[in-house]
């Protein structure tokens, strides 16, 4: 067999591998043998660039190259449906559509699936195009994204699939996977997704299709499309599109009457708990496309279809109390303290409020009966108050004028709805937040120092701020409560590693209000260094690319306190980087204009996202794999021995990280 050969049959077993596990639940071959395969596919792939398919399965896996989304108008705009609430609304819709016909119909129920929607076009067989919902008439290509969802087959199975045809479902991150990824950014200090369906339309949305391979989405399909179907029965159809590799739920059911629509309905409401997937209801179709043709549709929906949306559970439980937490920004968030309710599954005592303004829509007073309701988020919401049980004598709630936590009286500022404790230099939970904030990950990524660490450090009286950070003894920290002198070690070094932290990641950790890591980016290319940024005047900074007045506000604020100028002054004497290292931040020149460059291996001046910065900001492309166009490898240590052999056999230059700086170097 030719190696090409060899790569067909690769091709065509692991699309078959794929699913049995994902569709069929029944894999053949172990999870290394799968392994196995695909590595053997993508050594062989890359011995033959010249043999590329746009659906071989090694395409699951992404790729690291970014790119902005084409917008892509749809053959069929993708209308909503028309929702009901409540059963009554549901007779309503089976009578209006008994009158329409005056025939016998067949309605067919299904879940409604809560994740994002997607429209899947396939030509001869093979998924050629994946496009967002967007505005209904047009959405965003996410075709490569969408490839590595392992549920969604790029090459068809079996027979009778039309030549051209478009499936529409719902890309849903199961609740496990969302668990999971959440418990990672909780740690990584990231913000959380609300819900998992935010999580799976941001994941869909990722520049990076590497990043959308890790985050395990599945796919529903419950629409098929296209002038030549099948079978003039919708759910026929589905049943057909699953023989031909679609993942089409099985909870799908033919109802030959209301009452059997309804039976559906209250099944599902309880069982649905046990689904893996999310789901808000269920949706409701006449089953024969002819008759759908007859029925039509109105400017926004089918007349055919509708959706019953579930109850979010909600629990009737009383308000104790309001408490207020202080975060690092000085930030007040009310929360309400309840008397433990069960709900969904987990006992809620508490409920976030977010601000001032809420509390008084709801016309909260203490002892209040509340609603609240999970909905999907894992924070639970009040949603109502049953002012009938409200105690005789109870005070509305007001929000609090001093901080909970410092006495400072609270500030609103204009246009905004929190509230504020300004006393930000000495309020221990702003204090704290901060120095949290400092040796996070994405600013100077102290390891080995942690939450309760500062804790402890600051109720030793060992830290005030960050500058103190650098000021710490082994034998301060030795001492102290569940600290080993290797623990202890290990912090300090941690600390003299942050030294060599970049300008612009110790301008992030800084924390300045409104200054995020792309703002920080942007003000050491422009200013380099902490000096000439402190008194850069509001004009030389709203002069900066995206920097408005409210950023530069903040910054020209920051500098102006003479405690924040004690403070960058303490660091810089530690040994903190406070300017813009010899290649970063450097203006843009054209050097690498032209040149499509693959990053490969392990570096050690730069980390791979400094040099595609690198790369961009002196005019060149940073492409994810080798081919025909690569101009040259920027290698670091212990490069792939298949990207090597590529490399070699497309005879393409490899340049090390210490020549690749130099070719960088301004004269
Ligand atoms: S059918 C013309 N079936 O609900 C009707 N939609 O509000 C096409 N959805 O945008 C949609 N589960 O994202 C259909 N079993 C299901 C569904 C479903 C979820 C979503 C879909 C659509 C929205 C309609």
Redesign the pocket.
């Given at each position: 067999m030719t190696e090409i050969e060899q790569i067909d049959r690769l091709r065509e077993e692991l699309h078959l591998h794929n699913y049995r596990y994902y569709i069929l639940n029944s894999p053949t071959v172990s999870d290394q043998e799968f392994d196995h395969l695909m590595c053997e596919l993508q050594e062989l792939e890359a011995r033959h660039p010249e043999h590329y398919d746009g659906n071989s399965p090694s395409l699951r896996v992404g790729s690291d190259i970014n790119k902005d989304f084409r917008q892509v108008e749809h053959h069929y705009p993708?209308?909503?449906?028309g929702?009901t609430y409540s059963e009554a609304e549901v007779a309503d819709f089976y009578e209006r559509i008994r009158k329409s016909l005056n025939e016998d119909f067949e309605i067919c129920c299904?879940?409604?699936?809560?994740?994002?929607?997607i429209s899947l076009i396939y030509e001869d067989g093979k998924l050629v195009q994946a496009v967002t919902?967007g505005d209904g008439v047009r959405g965003d290509d996410v075709t490569d994204n969408v490839k590595t969802i392992r549920s969604i087959p790029l090459v068809l199975h079996g027979e009778g699939y039309p030549t051209r045809f478009e499936i529409?479902?719902?890309i849903l991150m199961p609740w496990t996977v969302f668990e999971r990824l959440n418990s990672e950014r909780e740690q990584r200090e990231e913000p959380l997704f609300a819900n998992p369906r935010n999580a799976a339309s941001g994941t869909l949305k990722l520049q990076n299709s590497a990043v959308v391979a890790e985050r395990k989405l599945d796919a529903?399909l419950?629409?098929l499309l296209g002038p030549e179907l099948p079978t003039d029965g919708h759910y026929e159809n589905m049943q057909e599109a699953a023989r031909w590799g679609f993942k089409v739920?099985d909870t799908m059911r033919k109802a030959n009457n209301l009452q059997e629509v309804m039976d559906f309905i209250h099944y599902w409401d309880v069982e649905r708990k046990k689904l893996p997937v999310a789901?808000d209801?269920i949706?409701l179709?006449v089953n024969s496309l002819r008759q759908q043709r007859h029925l039509g549709y109105t400017a926004k929906?089918?007349r055919w279809?509708i959706?019953y949306k579930f109850q979010a559970e909600q629990a009737l439980t009383r308000l104790l109390k309001v408490t207020y937490q202080v975060g690092r920004t000085g930030i007040v968030t009310p929360v309400a303290n309840l008397q433990p309710v069960q709900l969904s599954g987990t006992v809620v005592r508490r409920a976030s409020l977010h601000n001032a303004d809420i509390i008084a829509s709801l016309d909260l007073h203490v002892g209040d009966s509340v609603y609240v309701e999970k909905g999907g988020e894992i924070i639970p919401k009040i949603t109502g108050v049953d002012t009938s049980l409200r105690p005789t004598d109870s005070e509305p709630i007001g929000f609090i004028s001093v901080c909970p936590e410092c006495g400072s009286p609270l500030v609103r500022y204009e246009d905004e709805a929190a509230h504020y404790c300004t006393n930000d230099t000495s309020c221990p939970p702003q204090i704290k937040g901060r120095i949290e904030h400092f040796i996070s990950r994405r600013a100077m990524n102290i390891e080995g120092l942690g939450p309760e660490t500062v804790d402890q450090f600051f109720q030793e009286g060992l830290i005030h701020d960050v500058a103190d950070l650098y000021a710490l003894k082994i034998e301060d920290i030795c001492q102290l409560d569940r600290m080993g002198e290797k623990s202890a070690t290990n912090i300090l070094q941690g600390i003299e590693r942050s030294k060599e932290v970049p300008f612009e990641r110790v301008l992030f950790a800084l924390g300045i209000r409104f200054v995020g890591e792309t703002v920080a980016k942007k003000l050491v290319k422009a200013f380099r260094n902490i000096d000439t940024l402190a008194s850069a005047s509001f004009e030389a900074l709203t002069a900066i690319d995206e920097i408005g007045e409210k950023i530069a506000q903040s910054i020209l604020a920051y500098f102006s306190n003479e405690q924040n100028q004690e403070l960058v002054g303490r660091l810089r004497t530690s040994g903190v980087c406070m300017e813009a290292s010899a290649e970063m931040g450097n203006s843009c020149t054209d050097r690498l204009s032209g040149q499509s460059i693959v990053i490969s291996g392990v570096f050690a001046h730069h980390s791979r996202d400094e040099y595609k910065a690198l790369i961009e900001r002196h005019g060149g492309k940073n492409a994810g794999s080798i081919s025909r166009k690569t101009s040259f490898i920027l290698a670091g240590d212990n490069m792939g021995p298949s990207k090597l052999e590529k490399a070699k056999s497309l005879c393409i230059p490899i340049v090390s990280e210490d020549d690749f700086l130099q070719m960088i170097q301004e004269d």
């Amino acid at each position: 067999m030719t190696e090409i050969e060899q790569i067909d049959r690769l091709r065509e077993e692991l699309h078959l591998h794929n699913y049995r596990y994902y569709i069929l639940n029944s894999p053949t071959v172990s999870d290394q043998e799968f392994d196995h395969l695909m590595c053997e596919l993508q050594e062989l792939e890359a011995r033959h660039p010249e043999h590329y398919d746009g659906n071989s399965p090694s395409l699951r896996v992404g790729s690291d190259i970014n790119k902005d989304f084409r917008q892509v108008e749809h053959h069929y705009p993708m209308l909503s449906l028309g929702n009901t609430y409540s059963e009554a609304e549901v007779a309503d819709f089976y009578e209006r559509i008994r009158k329409s016909l005056n025939e016998d119909f067949e309605i067919c129920c299904e879940m409604k699936f809560d994740g994002t929607s997607i429209s899947l076009i396939y030509e001869d067989g093979k998924l050629v195009q994946a496009v967002t919902r967007g505005d209904g008439v047009r959405g965003d290509d996410v075709t490569d994204n969408v490839k590595t969802i392992r549920s969604i087959p790029l090459v068809l199975h079996g027979e009778g699939y039309p030549t051209r045809f478009e499936i529409r479902g719902e890309i849903l991150m199961p609740w496990t996977v969302f668990e999971r990824l959440n418990s990672e950014r909780e740690q990584r200090e990231e913000p959380l997704f609300a819900n998992p369906r935010n999580a799976a339309s941001g994941t869909l949305k990722l520049q990076n299709s590497a990043v959308v391979a890790e985050r395990k989405l599945d796919a529903y399909l419950y629409y098929l499309l296209g002038p030549e179907l099948p079978t003039d029965g919708h759910y026929e159809n589905m049943q057909e599109a699953a023989r031909w590799g679609f993942k089409v739920s099985d909870t799908m059911r033919k109802a030959n009457n209301l009452q059997e629509v309804m039976d559906f309905i209250h099944y599902w409401d309880v069982e649905r708990k046990k689904l893996p997937v999310a789901t808000d209801g269920i949706v409701l179709k006449v089953n024969s496309l002819r008759q759908q043709r007859h029925l039509g549709y109105t400017a926004k929906s089918p007349r055919w279809a509708i959706a019953y949306k579930f109850q979010a559970e909600q629990a009737l439980t009383r308000l104790l109390k309001v408490t207020y937490q202080v975060g690092r920004t000085g930030i007040v968030t009310p929360v309400a303290n309840l008397q433990p309710v069960q709900l969904s599954g987990t006992v809620v005592r508490r409920a976030s409020l977010h601000n001032a303004d809420i509390i008084a829509s709801l016309d909260l007073h203490v002892g209040d009966s509340v609603y609240v309701e999970k909905g999907g988020e894992i924070i639970p919401k009040i949603t109502g108050v049953d002012t009938s049980l409200r105690p005789t004598d109870s005070e509305p709630i007001g929000f609090i004028s001093v901080c909970p936590e410092c006495g400072s009286p609270l500030v609103r500022y204009e246009d905004e709805a929190a509230h504020y404790c300004t006393n930000d230099t000495s309020c221990p939970p702003q204090i704290k937040g901060r120095i949290e904030h400092f040796i996070s990950r994405r600013a100077m990524n102290i390891e080995g120092l942690g939450p309760e660490t500062v804790d402890q450090f600051f109720q030793e009286g060992l830290i005030h701020d960050v500058a103190d950070l650098y000021a710490l003894k082994i034998e301060d920290i030795c001492q102290l409560d569940r600290m080993g002198e290797k623990s202890a070690t290990n912090i300090l070094q941690g600390i003299e590693r942050s030294k060599e932290v970049p300008f612009e990641r110790v301008l992030f950790a800084l924390g300045i209000r409104f200054v995020g890591e792309t703002v920080a980016k942007k003000l050491v290319k422009a200013f380099r260094n902490i000096d000439t940024l402190a008194s850069a005047s509001f004009e030389a900074l709203t002069a900066i690319d995206e920097i408005g007045e409210k950023i530069a506000q903040s910054i020209l604020a920051y500098f102006s306190n003479e405690q924040n100028q004690e403070l960058v002054g303490r660091l810089r004497t530690s040994g903190v980087c406070m300017e813009a290292s010899a290649e970063m931040g450097n203006s843009c020149t054209d050097r690498l204009s032209g040149q499509s460059i693959v990053i490969s291996g392990v570096f050690a001046h730069h980390s791979r996202d400094e040099y595609k910065a690198l790369i961009e900001r002196h005019g060149g492309k940073n492409a994810g794999s080798i081919s025909r166009k690569t101009s040259f490898i920027l290698a670091g240590d212990n490069m792939g021995p298949s990207k090597l052999e590529k490399a070699k056999s497309l005879c393409i230059p490899i340049v090390s990280e210490d020549d690749f700086l130099q070719m960088i170097q301004e004269d």
